[in-house]
């Protein structure tokens, strides 16, 4: 019987992923946090380092079961395969995303799945401008890139929902007042 949770937080391009798991990092209680990008390899030799990353990953998380902590995760395998389906990689990574997924869904823990999005999409436009942003050659930062993310983000959530009713699948509107995303995220995970 799961006794810790296990949130990935994940979300475009600018829609909030860095404060919001800071935010869960600092408010639920033996909790840790990890932010993972990928691998940079968009060939397809990168096919073969992404599941070698991901499925060590996986076996990471099952180690950390009823161990009392929590896990949150800033983007996971699930960007993996946004990447891809957006034509960032020269690979497609769907039968490696359906096969973790189905893994991640066996984990031993309360799982939930946040997307974080934004109602207004010129939000992104102010977000991706401010100082101090990492950019990734891969995809840098432009609002369409967000758009385009942001609609697969949330194509996915409902495909996660449909088909495992184990993981807590929860969309989270973030242009709005910070404190009320932080009361949603509070309600919506249990804490």
Excluded: H, W
């Excluded at 995809?139 to 385009?148: L, P």
């Amino acid at each position: 019987m799961a006794n810790s949770k296990l949130i990935v937080v994940e979300g475009a391009q600018g829609a909030g992923k860095t404060t919001f798991t800071d935010y869960l990092r600092y408010s639920l209680s033996y909790t840790n946090l990890y932010r993972l990008c990928g691998t940079s390899d968009s060939s397809i030799t990168g096919l073969e380092k992404a599941k070698k990353m991901y499925d060590n990953l996986l076996e990471y998380m099952k180690k950390l079961e009823n161990t009392s902590v929590n896990l949150v995760f800033d983007r996971t395998f699930f960007t993996e395969e946004i990447y891809c389906r957006l034509g960032k990689k020269a690979y497609s990574f769907t039968d490696v995303y359906n096969k973790l997924l189905d893994e991640f869904s066996k984990l031993d823990f309360e799982i939930y799945y946040l997307t974080l999005y934004v109602e207004d999409e010129k939000v992104f436009e102010e977000r991706l401008k401010r100082d101090g942003k990492a950019v990734f050659e891969s995809s840098k930062f432009e609002v369409e890139n967000s758009i385009k993310q942001q609609r697969e983000y949330l194509k996915m959530a409902e495909d996660i929902k449909k088909k495992y009713p184990n993981i807590k699948v929860i969309n989270i509107r973030t242009d709005r007042k910070k404190e009320d995303v932080e009361r949603e995220i509070r309600e919506q995970v249990g804490y």
